[in-house]
């Protein structure tokens, strides 16, 4: 009974450090998969560049890469909580962000920019804002912009990017407050609607992380540097947002 009992508690130390193995071996990441270029689902399949630069980050990590799809408010929450290790969809690096997580150095600058239908003559710059409807997401940097910054603008909030699109195009909202590379993309493929050339802020991107996973944070900015030294960087910049950087 004494041997079994050994034999019983070897054999449960090898399988629980198994698990743990397994679990350093796995790199669990969050996204809200509605925001193309950055992430979105295209034939049921997860894409996007944030989700190829995460792949291809977890490749130089040695890692597999586990994703959960969560609204981009519950992102935060869900690396707080640790039911996720990383979030990464398109989130701005913020002072206030940085009060609760760590990010990894940025990964792509963008801003917010304004996109309002093609033939609107009333919106021509931001000051032009002030008294509209303005449809945004909520969670993002775009509600806290609007509210410091154009006090007199209605905001229109929504749970998901592509009802922000949407009540702007069918008219419900005068214009959309959101990320430009999104907003150009949307314009692209939507010619009744365009994206005005001066933009609202000028932001990064990065990917965040728990303050005390220091380690982690490291382990993926030297994954960053490695990608942006094989070329994977550029072909993925290039490939989804036309141009090298």
Known sequence: MKLRHILF???????????VFAADDVLRVATDATFPPFEYVDNGKRTGFD???????GKAMGKKV???DIDFKGLIPAVLSKRVDVAAS???ITDERLKAVNFTHPYYTGGLAIMVKA????IKEPADLNGKKVSVQVGTKSVQFLTENYPKVARVEVEKND????????????????????ALLYAKANPSVKVLDKTLTVERYGFALRKDDKALTEEMNKAL???????????????????SK
Do not use: H
Not at 9 to 18: F, P
Not at 51 to 57: K, N
Not at 163 to 182: H, S, W, Y
């Open 9 to 19: 508690t070897m054999a449960l130390a090898v399988t629980c450090s198994s698990k």
């Open 90 to 92: 398109a989130i701005y």
């Open 225 to 243: 540097e490695k990608v942006r030294a094989d070329g994977t960087y550029a072909a993925l910049v290039t490939k989804y947002f036309g141009t």
């Open 66 to 68: 586990e994703w959960t």
């Open 51 to 57: 989700v190829e630069m995460v792949e291809a980050l």
């Open 163 to 182: 009802q922000m699109f949407e009540l702007m195009k069918i008219g419900r909202a005068d214009a959309a407050v959101t990320g430009k590379p999104a």
């Open 119 to 122: 033939d609107n003559t009333s």
